[in-house]
């Protein structure tokens, strides 16, 4: 396959144009970063994990009813997805308090949110992704409010599949953040679903299974990412 043309290399992910129209590859690297770029490094082995669990969870949603870019994997870190014009919103949803949401607000670390709480950041690293709300969303001409509201409702779908899925083997899901895109009318659940973009505690044991071991120095990034993977994805899955 054809990936000559490096379309956007981001903080861990490089996107190419593929030979098919209207599809991309999208590599995940082994770089990792935290704190605004503030703390980079490279982790051999990363990209495949992240990739494997997106790969894993986007078919998993899927078959659930939630449109996803994901076509298929190509190799351990790469896929084909399709090409969407990105929605510049970072959407997080939170079922317990712990990182910026702890710093801003006085919430205690592990409280829990009932209903879950969902926080939106405009995705611009030149302004450190701030915190938008459903106005300014309208101002900037990103979504509708029936968008925002078609979005709200699939971020809090997934959420209940994933927690479920977590739940199962032991794990409480935190949080996590998702991107969406557009491709004509539809939205649709783009660039990942991995342990860099969420918050995973062992149920037994209190211990971050993501990326709050890097950001911390909590013990082995690389470990803590096999061992979900290992929890999460069924053997012979994908490629
Ligand atoms: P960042 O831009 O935050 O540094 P990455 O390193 O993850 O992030 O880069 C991947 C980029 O690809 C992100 O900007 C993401 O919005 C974009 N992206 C993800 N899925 C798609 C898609 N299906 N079509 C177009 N762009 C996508
Ligand atoms: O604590 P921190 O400022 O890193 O982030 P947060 O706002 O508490 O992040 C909430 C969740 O979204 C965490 O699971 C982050 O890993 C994830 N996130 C992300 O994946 N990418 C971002 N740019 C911001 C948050």
Redesign the pocket.
């Known amino acids: 396959m054809n990936r000559s043309q490096l379309?956007?290399?981001?903080?861990?992910?490089?996107?190419y144009r593929s030979e098919v129209p209207e599809e991309?590859i999208?590599s995940f690297?082994d770089?990792i970063?935290a704190f605004d770029g503030g703390k980079k490094d490279i982790i051999v082995g990363k990209g495949a994990f992240n990739a494997r669990i997106s790969a894993f969870f986007f078919s998993y949603l899927e078959e659930h009813g939630i449109p996803t870019?994901f076509i298929r994997m190509t190799d351990e870190r790469t896929m084909v997805?399709?090409?969407?014009?990105?929605i510049?919103l970072e959407v997080i949803v939170r079922n317990r308090a712990a990182g910026s949401i702890v710093r801003r607000y006085p919430f205690q670390e592990g409280q829990v949110f009932s209903p879950p709480v969902i926080v939106m950041d405009y995705?611009d690293?030149t302004r450190h992704d701030p915190m938008i709300n459903e106005d300014l969303i309208c101002a900037l001409g990103l979504l509708t409010r029936e968008e925002i509201q078609t979005i709200r409702k699939l971020a809090l779908t997934i959420n209940r599949h994933l927690t479920d899925l977590f739940s199962n083997k032991g794990l409480d899901l935190i949080d996590f953040k998702i991107?969406f895109?557009r491709s004509g009318d539809k939205i649709?659940l783009?660039?990942?679903i991995s342990m860099d973009s969420m918050r995973l505690w062992d149920r037994e044991t209190g211990a971050s299974l993501d990326k709050d071991v890097y950001r911390f120095d909590k013990g082995d990034v690389l470990s803590a990412y096999a061992q979900v993977v290992k929890m999460m994805v069924p053997e012979g899955y994908g490629v």
Do not use: I
């Open positions: 379309l956007y290399a981001g903080k861990a992910k490089s996107v991309l999208v690297r770089d970063t870019h997805v399709r090409e969407l014009t990105m510049p995705k690293d991107e895109g649709l783009a660039d990942e």
